[in-house]
């Protein structure tokens, strides 16, 4: 069976900082992947989301970056943190099929202090 | 500009009775429309799912319908439970695999025991 790892559950880090979110998926391959975020109020804004090794979309032009180094890894990153980047993240995966939704990871809170 | 809308933040509804959670779409693409449950702290899971070829479907307490002239959508959950109360969102896709869902704020259900 699938099943998607995200960590860490927590994170609080000083503005300026860096940011490394790590997300994985097990038990399928060429995953259709995504990260996403949900800010108070906001609901859940898509980020990135990559269709492939090396391939990632940006929906939001932002402080931060991904990057898809494996066929099943997915990283969320960030140079230097603004408070605004504080929130809850999301990494999601689908498979490439129309008719099918997300599976979703557990999530990250990142408080940017 | 909000794509998917989610015009209701939040809902109270009493045990046992019926619980009406709304979504409005502007974008005539999107075809497939799913509606995802999150608890605090977790990442959403999915819910129930509904084609636009279709105008209802039902799962167990949960129903979806879709009237595409209106460009709205509805889950009703009946009979409401406690363990209901959760925050939906509303998602939406266009006709193709790897679109992303476009998600709504999402609702904020309360079901008083």
């Known amino acids: 069976s699938q099943t998607i790892h995200q960590w860490p559950a927590t994170l609080v880090q000083p503005v300026g900082s860096p940011l490394s979110l790590e997300c994985t998926v097990e038990?399928?391959?060429?995953?259709?992947l995504y990260w996403y975020r949900q800010a108070a109020g906001r609901g859940l804004q898509l980020l990135f989301y990559?269709?492939?090794?090396?391939?990632i979309s940006s929906e939001v032009p932002q402080n931060l970056s991904a990057s898809r180094p494996q066929d099943r890894q997915f990283i969320l990153s960030s140079k230097k943190l603004l408070l605004s980047d504080s929130g809850f993240y999301l990494c999601?995966?689908?498979?490439?099929?129309?008719?099918?939704?997300?599976?979703f990871g557990s999530g990250t809170r990142l408080t940017v202090v | 500009d909000q794509q998917v809308k989610q015009n209701s933040p939040s809902l109270s509804v009493q045990e046992g009775r019926i619980s009406i959670l709304n979504c409005d779409y502007t974008?005539?693409?999107?075809?497939?429309f799913l509606w995802y449950k999150k608890y605090p702290a977790e990442g959403p899971t999915f819910l129930i799912s509904?084609?636009?070829?279709?105008d209802k479907n039902e799962d167990g307490r949960f129903t979806v319908f879709l009237n595409k002239s209106a460009k709205h959508l509805s889950l009703h959950i009946v009979p409401s439970q406690p363990g209901d109360s959760a925050v939906y969102f509303c998602?939406?896709?266009?006709?193709?695999?790897?679109?992303?869902?476009?998600f709504g704020k999402g609702t904020r259900l309360s079901v008083i025991a």
């Open positions: 990559s269709v492939g090794i090396g391939q």
């Open positions: 998602a939406a896709r266009g006709n193709s695999g790897n679109t992303p869902l476009v």
């Open positions: 509904i084609s636009s070829i279709k």
């Open positions: 974008n005539s693409m999107f075809d497939y």
């Open positions: 038990g399928t391959s060429n995953p259709n």
């Open positions: 999601a995966w689908s498979v490439r099929r129309i008719g099918h939704g997300y599976t």
